[in-house]
Each structure stands twice: as C-alpha cells, then as structure tokens.
C-alpha cells in the first residue's frame, strides 16, 4: 500500500491539501494523490503491416492520417474544460449482455459516449498504451470474471481510477473475488458469504412468478438532485443482487439506494442460523463513491438493475396499493450514470478577487479593520457547457492557522457569489480560502493568500478628545512663558541667558515628545 | 474441439450467467405474450437502411401478428420493385427483395421477373461459394413460392446438390467455399437451406442416399450442441475474420431455419430427438426480450421456424402465476401453448407429485375449456402454505400427438402458496437470574401498544411467541430476527430460535455485556418475521432501560456509526471577528471643562500682570537695541507658533527645518539683544 501510493505522492503532491484523517482503505485515499485530469490524447497505433514498413514514405503518409484521424478524437476527449467522458471500455461476461441490457448502452450512445464492448476475458484488453489512457470510463458487467484478460488486472483498475476517471461496477449473486475485490478496494464490501442474496419480505416487488422475496422493489432512494436529478423517481427501483456494507469511517461513500428496515442478506434456500450479517438500513444496494480526485465509482450489487427486464417490467412494492407501469430502473440508472460521467454536478471555481471598498484593484495587501468586498465565480458543468451555479450555502473564510472569519457568499445567479466583510484587527499573512464540499457535487477548493498589516504610525485617530486637557496645558504654558518672557523677566544678562537654556530645553522636550505621534503631545511633562 | 482457452471460458461463464439469470426468474419458460408484441414495436421504429433489415422487421412484425405502419409497405414495395429491374443489384439484394415481396405481396411485373428468375439460375450455374448458392437458390424458392413464375425448375438438382454438399464437413460444420477452410455452424444452417431449396425446385427426384447423408451431418450438428441446466440447448457461435461474428443467437437461428426446411421437404423422419428441438425453442424463450433488432428478429423467427414444423413442435407447459395465495383461494392455473402461445392440441396435465413432500399425491388438473387452462382446485383444502417443487406431465389425448410434438417429459415448478399465519402466544418479560419473572407483559402484534421494560446485567429478557399455519399446523419462518438498536445505533441482531411448536430467545445480559460494549440506556427492540409465504410482520416491539456496569479499562469500544450524510455536508455556523474594544473614554464634556481648568491659571496670570501694570522699564530705548530685542521676541514667538503648527500638521524635518532658521536668526538677535543689557548693565555697574 505505502510503496502504491509514494510515487503518486511525489509526482503532485502540490494538490495534498488534506490529510486522509482514516486511510484505512485504498480507494478512501486515492483520491488524495490525483491531481487535476490531463488533457488525455487518444491514441491508437497501426496495426504493424509488412506493406506499411517497407517503405518510409508510407510510413510518413500513415502518420500523417493518423494524425490527422486523431484531431476530432482529441478535441471530443475528455479535458478540465469539458469534464464529461468520451469514450467508455465496457467489459462483459457474454455479449448478449450487449442485447439484454441494450437499453442502458443506448441511452449512453444517445448522450454521445463512445463505447467499446469488449470480454472481460479478452488477451488484448489494455486500459493505457503509452502512457496514455485510452478510455475515460469503465463499465465492469462482468461479475463472474476471475481474471481479466490482457494487461488489466485489479491495481490497473485502481490506477485508472486513481487517475481520474470514472468507474461502474455491478455484481450479482455470481460475483467473483475479483469484482469483489475491486469493491472492497473502493470502500465498499459485498457480503461474504457467496450464497446470500439480498431478502425483503416486506418490500419485495409483488410478482406471479418471483415468490423468494429477492426481487425487491427499493425505494430508499439518496435525497439528492445532482445524484439523482430533479425529477423525483416515483416508481420503485427494481433490484435482485447481493448486498454491500460501508465502511462508517468513510466518508467519501454514499448509499443511493439502501435496503428497507426489514432487509437481510441471507441464502434463501438455506435455513437462518446465525444472526445474518448485514440487516436493514445497512443494506447498501447501490453505492457512488467520490473520490478526492473528483474521479466517481458506481457500485451495484446487481446486474439485473440494469437490464432491459427489469427496466420495462412494470412494479408494485408489496403492501402498498400503488403500481407503476414502468419501474424506476431506466429513471435511476439513467440519472445515476449521468451524474458518474460527470454530466452533472462538476463545479469549477475561479477568478477568485478581493477589493478594498470604494477601490478598484485589488490591494497587495490589507490594514486591519479594512472594509473589503471579496468574489469568486462557480459554474456547474451541464453536459455540454458550463451553467452558473446557484446555491446559498458557499462560504469564504478568512483564514490564519483557523478561520477568523466564515461568511456565506450571496449570488447574483449568474455565477458571481460575493461577500464583504471588515478585515480583523490582527495582522498576518491571512488566506481567503473557499473550500465547498456538497453531496454530490464535485468538492472545490481555492486560496489566495494576502497579508494583513497594523495601522501606520499616522494612521492613528489624531485628536482625542480626552486629552484635551493636556493639550490645553501644555499651550497655555506656552503662552505663559512667552508672556513671562516679555514683560518679566528681561532684566539681566544672567536671566536672559537662564531664558535660552530654558527655552532650548524645552524645545527638545517638546519636539522629542511630539515626535510620537499620535500620543498627547508632552506626556512626559 | 479446437477451441482457445478464452473462448472457452467465455462460454463457462456465458452459460453461469445465462442460467442465473433465467433459472432465477422461473425455471418455466413463458411463451411469447404481449410484451414482446410492444417491445417489437419500440425495437423496429425506425428507418430501415437495407432491404434485409426491412426483412426482418416486416418478418417479425408478422410472426407476432403486430399492425405495422402503412407507409412501410410503399416504401419498401417501391424499394423492391426497383432493385428487381435494375441490373446492378446483387444476389443478396434480390433475395431479400423476394423476401419482403413475401411478406407485402407486392405488385411485381412479369418481365421483371422473368429477369430474376434467369440472373438467378445463371448465378446457380456458376455458383462457387456457399453464399453465392444460398441466395441464388433461396431467391428462385421464393419465386416459386410466391407463384410469380410457374413451372420453375432446377436444370441440373442433383449436381447442384452435390456442389453445395461437397462443402460439408466431417463434423457436421459447412465451409463458406471450397478455398476456404474455415467452417462454421452458421454455414451449416445455410447449407441446409439451400439444400432443402434445392430439392423443391429439383424437377426429378433426389438421389436418397444424398439426403440419407445429409441427415446424417444433421445429426453430427447436433452433438455439437450446447447445453445448460434448465434444458435449453443452443449452437456455440464462432469467431472467424472472414465474416462478422456470429453469436450463439445467429448460429442457433441459421440452424433451425435450416433444419426445419430440409425437414419440410424431405420424407421420412430426420430423428432428431424432441427434447433438443425443445430445447432450442427453450434457449431461444429464456433469452427474453433482446434489445438488438437482429437479435430479435433471429428470435422470433426461430420460433417461428419452430412453431410449425415436421421435426416435433415444442410445447411449453406454463404458469400465469407460481405464487398463489390460500388465503385468497387462488386456484392453479397451467398451461399448454406453442412458442408463439397458440393452443395446444387436447391433452391432459398431470400434477404427478410435489418434490419432498409427501402429502401431495397424483391428480389430473380439470381443463377450463373457456380460458383454455388446465386448473387445480383442491389446494387450499389438502396443501398448507409453504415453497413446493410440483412435477407435471402431459399426455395426449390423441397417441399420434406424441411423435408430432416435443414435449418435458416431467416438468418441475417451483410453487410458493402463501397464506395467513397466525401470531399467537407472544410475551416478553425480563426475569431474574433464578428464572422468577418479575414483569411479563402480553404482546399485540395488531396494535399500537408500545412495552417499556428495565432490566441490568444480572437479569434475562426472554420473548416467545408462536406461528401458526391456516391448517394449525406450527411454522418456521424463515426470517424472525430480533434486533436490539442503542441510542448511539449501536444494533445487536438476534436470530429467535425455535423449539418445536414456538419460538423462544432468552438474553442473558451477564453474558452479553461485552457484546454491548457496556452501553447502558435505552435499546430499542424490534422483531422482524418474515417468510416468502406468510404474512410478514416488522414490528417495534418497545425499548429496554438496561443497566449495565462501567466498562472496564480494556474493554472493546462500540464501533463507529456512520454519520449522517446529510448533516455531514451542511453549510457551517459563521464566525465574525470580534474586534478588541476601545479603551474607555470619560465623556468628552468632562474634558472640556477640564481643558476650561487648564486655561484659568493664564487667565489669573493675564489679570495680574494688568492688576499689576506692565514693567517694560529694561526694554531699550535706543533704536538698534529696541529693534533687536523686538525682533528676539518676536522670534521666539516665533518658534512658539512653529511648535503649535509642529502638532497641527507638520512633520519633524520640516519643523527642524524651519527651527534651523529661526534658531541662527535667534542666537544672532540674542547675543545681540543679551550684549545691550550686558553692555548697560555694566555701565551701570562701573556707573
């Protein structure tokens, strides 16, 4: 684990902001290491022909088509400006999964994704060559592979992920140690026992022909817009499979659709003699995880839940009068896949200023008790362009080893959020730090530093009223020595010289204690 | 079997996956029903690029008996019509205009055709490869079926046939051509097709030890057949470079279309046993409803294929509905239709036993002749609820039926009859360590009513409870779990065990404490029964107050529970700076009238020295004295307003700047003015 993650560490370990508070599992902190997705090129090399190698002028002409083939590719792919993915490995067990579940891959093509269909026993299967990684998003609906084919193999997977990109896996009751694996590498663990299926004699999905109560009609969906959309799923969501747990310690895992109260994973056929492992709420049917790097993981623990089946098939949860035509499958499946390939909530935050009131350009650098006005922008990634992002809940902190001060920004709705606020009467080096962490949305995090200085010598108040009295001492003083000066006492040479020393001394009190500003002047007298 | 270890693989896995998946949603197959008729409609609407896929969604729109829209027949007849007069078209492009013309009847001109027909028999003439024969002789079988020509016939049958048959190889599999080695069981089935073609176009007929042969290489197809637990069978596809890919779905569909028209138009028997016949109409059912449009095409005339054929046709024993309800009298309903759902000739279905339970012994099942079901009636009386295995057989009422249609010999149904228990008997008490109850409180599952209990660690809390079947029999549920959740969501799961009759768990809290990681406080308990055919119950039975000791040093610690996901994201509370407080000031009246005191000692020195009078007696009197020892004072009146403007407004430097001046100008007016008075003063000395 620590030699994995040493590499990655060096090579960007300017984003390691946060600490991992509880790395207890691979994938939790994966995301720690990824930095910003790079521009990826696509990349395919010719297949080597005895034709093309003999002369080099066709070298030179494949080349160039290639190049030439490659530039539609490589502004379609997937970049920080266009954060939705392009082209999606999905790997099967049996291409008839292509047709069963066609309804899934279609909506996927309508929304513009490339995708390659490919076993997941197949001995060319390679996510990267080169270097570079060929795909932007994988779809594992291979849950009894041992082995994948090829150069793939559960730390390529990680690394894929641990680079940015996106991740679905679904089981069944037939997954493998390896899809299992894959999960417990992402925080997520199936139920050991390989026979349990997930039971739900209370909202099971009321059926002529399904009578074991696997066939649950879930409704405990995540109350989330960006997972789910805005469109409420009414209908319950169709699902057979085996169930997964969380881990409580993570926090970058969510369940989207959890079993009911009543739930349990058990063998159905098999009589319950121990305490089953996994009961109620703590059923997890379908987990998202997001990773620190914004790279986004889908974990089902059914196949099925995808399928066109289970799509069309129209459900009634038992026990309640309502039936639906349609299950909430496609709604779910669709509005989730949405959200994983980064169609839907991917914020990006920039243009990050601050002003003095009443100034125009922003300051190097700030007196205490400033007034200043400060303002970022934040854009949600729709699909196909970048929206304003609204919400009333982003904060600014104005922050030195901890925040001295926390303000909610308010926004014009078109993506401008602003807030002022009178910088404290300490001096630093301050950090105006924006850090938005929302479920599930894509976490921001900004900073810009600036110092904070004390009042100059002259930037004190200069006339205080209470030393008024000192001021009116010390000038009627004057005004009597220059009196007493006048008519007294010039009468002898010793007096007049006593007068200089006199005067010349109390020109030096005078100017020294003037000289501090802002203190009554002769203080000291 | 020359087969690579991945393809292999894939094919284990294919066949785990496809067994879950299927056997999983009943082991009895469904014939086709209306959702396929609605899915065959969203499948194929759209536009159709080539003739071959007009096919195939004209085809399957027929086999399913859908109303198809009517301007995909003009279309698709202007579309025919063309590519039979133009000379450019391709062999592929004429069959599958015949084929459309097959299905719209459209209006074709006699000369056209007359053209077809000689392009046809020319391109079987010269024919080499397998495809080159099987459209050419597909395209005249379809000419003659569909009555545009009369009196077509194959000059040469015999010597076609054995061009076609030379391509066959040992093992049942057909080549493409004869330079190509490669050989498939997607060939095989074209093969037979064209075979079967050939023979009902030949004017004479066949040599029958051609056609004893070629049944013999169907036979050898057949052991190549595939099989999975549920009795499906299917024909493995193959990779091969030269064309595309042919899944298990298109192998299997070439070889029945091919099977079933070299039965149709052969004599005697092909002795292909049922249950593989059954089997292919099996594996083709279970597939569901595919969401390729080839796919389903390939389906849904394979069933076709099969629905009416010389071989055996499948029957499909199913259920409307294997979960049937007691309490409601629901009554089992079987039933016997072909692939396609069309009836079955009269037979009876036996019920001949139930799997592990001996209770249920051999009856008949009344046909409903009016919703063409055969029914069981007599469940509720002799069965109890409960999961059951039934074994049907059909017989015929007609013997000859026998040979005509491949049936299951015996067919297992998972039935489940579900019904009402009956909760009785539930207490909960906690008792003490000498077993003397100290509170038992009687539970109604039915109500509202909540049990607040007390209980520490030196005493028990024992819940029974009782189930009963609508027959009085006792019943074991499968789920009846009882789960103890903390404050803190610390939960403890409890399986109730049973003892005969009734169900029964006893907590004994000394020996738990450790389990309960020392948590005293409030648990809320809860009772969860649950089975695949009662009446499931998940109830809050009420809570505990349970006192348990300090927990010792070492003692494990309660795990962590997840936090709220919603909570955990939340805006946080705003802080503002709290700036430090100005000091204190008096109130500014207080200063003033101080600064008021400040002035009244000039005030009093102003008024003596004009009580007084004012002593100017040493002031010079001559000129050059006066004027120096003016302008001294006026000097140092001088330095005095420069030190007032000196607060006001300027800085050090510019004051000392100006002092500069003013002191030299001083000194020089002083020692001036001071040498006068020292002058005068010592004239009036030595004076």
Known sequence: NEQLAIPQLRQSSY?????????????????????????????????????????????????FTLTLSLLPFLSHSFSPDTPTDRRILVLLDDFSLKSSHSIFFTSLKSRGFDLDFKLADDPKLSLQRYGQYLYDGLILFAPSVERFGGALDVAAVLDFVDSGHDLIVAADTTASDLIKSVATECGVDFDEDPSAMVIDHQGYAVSDVDGDHTLIAADELIRSDVILGKTKIEAPVLFKGIAHSLNAANTLALKVLSGSPSAYSANPSAKLSSPPSLTGSAISLVSVVQARNNARIMISGSLDLFSNRYMKSSVQKAGSPSKYEKSGNEQFVTEVSKWLFHERGHLKAGNLRHLKVGETGEPAMYRIKDDLEFYVDIFEWSGNSWEPYVADDVQVQFYMMSPYVLKTLSTDKKGLYHTSFKVPDVYGVFQFKVEYQKLGYTSLSLSKQIPVRPFRHNEYERFIPTAFPYYGASFTT?????????????????????QMAGFFIFSVVYLYNNRMVGRPPFSIL | MARSLPGFLALIVAVALICCSFAAAASTFQPISESHRSAALETFDRSYGSLEETYEALQTFDVLGVERKPDVGTAACQSVSQTLVSSSSTLKDIFYALKVNGVLKCEVDADSVEGIVSTLQTAVGSASSLLEFYHSIGGLVLVKNQALKDDLYLADAEGVFRSIKALSQSDGRWRYSSSNPESSTYAAGLALEALAG???????????????????????????????????VYFDGEESDAHENQGPITSTWSVIRGITSFAAVTSGNLNLPGEKILGLAKFFLGVGIPGDAKDFFNQVDSLACLENNRVAIPLILSLPATVNSLTRKDTLKVKVSTVLGSDAPPLKIKLVRAKDTPAI???????????????????????????????????FNDPEHKKAYAVESKTEVPIFLTGAVKVGNAKIAVLDSDLGSIETQNLDFAGENLVSLGANHLQKLKLRFQLTTPLGHPFKPHQAILKLTHESKVEHVFVVGNTGKQFEIVLDFLGLVEKFYYLSGKYEIQLTVGDAVMNSFFRVIGHLDLDLPEAPEKAPRPPVQPADV?????????????????????????????????????LGFIIGLLRLGVNLKNFPSAAAPAAFAALFHVGIGAVLLLYVFFWLKLDLFTTLKILGFLGVFLLFVGHRTLSHLASTSSKVKSA
Not at chain 1, 484 to 495: C, G, H, N, P
Not at chain 2, 567 to 590: D, M, N, V
């Open chain 2, 566 to 602: 919603y909570s955990r994201y939340g805006p946080k509370a705003e802080i503002a700076h709290i700036f430090r407080a100005p000091e204190k000031r008096p109130p500014q009246e207080l200063s003033l009238a101080f600064l008021g005191l400040t002035v009244l000692p000039l």
């Open chain 2, 198 to 232: 050939v023979i009902s176009l030949s004017s004479s007929e066949i040599d029958q030890s051609l056609i004893g042969t070629t049944k013999n290489d169907i036979l050898k197809l057949f052991e190549r057949v595939e099989k999975y637990d549920d009795g499906a």
């Open chain 1, 478 to 498: 004057i005004f009597f020595f220059y009196l007493f000066v006048f008519f007294l006492v010039i009468k002898t040479r010793f007096a007049g010289a006593l």
């Open chain 2, 361 to 395: 012994e051999s009856q008949e099942l009344k046909f409903d002749s009016a919703n063409k079901v055969h029914v069981l009636d007599t469940l509720e009386k002799s069965v109890d609820v409960g999961n059951y295995i039934f074994v049907f057989e059909i017989v």
């Open chain 1, 15 to 63: 984003r390691h902001e946060t600490p991992p508070t509880n790395p207890s599992r691979r994938c939790l902190h994966l995301g720690y290491f990824g930095g910003k997705r790079l521009h990826k090129i696509s990349w395919s090399a010719p297949k080597p022909s005895p034709l093309t190698r003999s002369a080099p002028m066709a070298k030179l002409a494949i080349f």
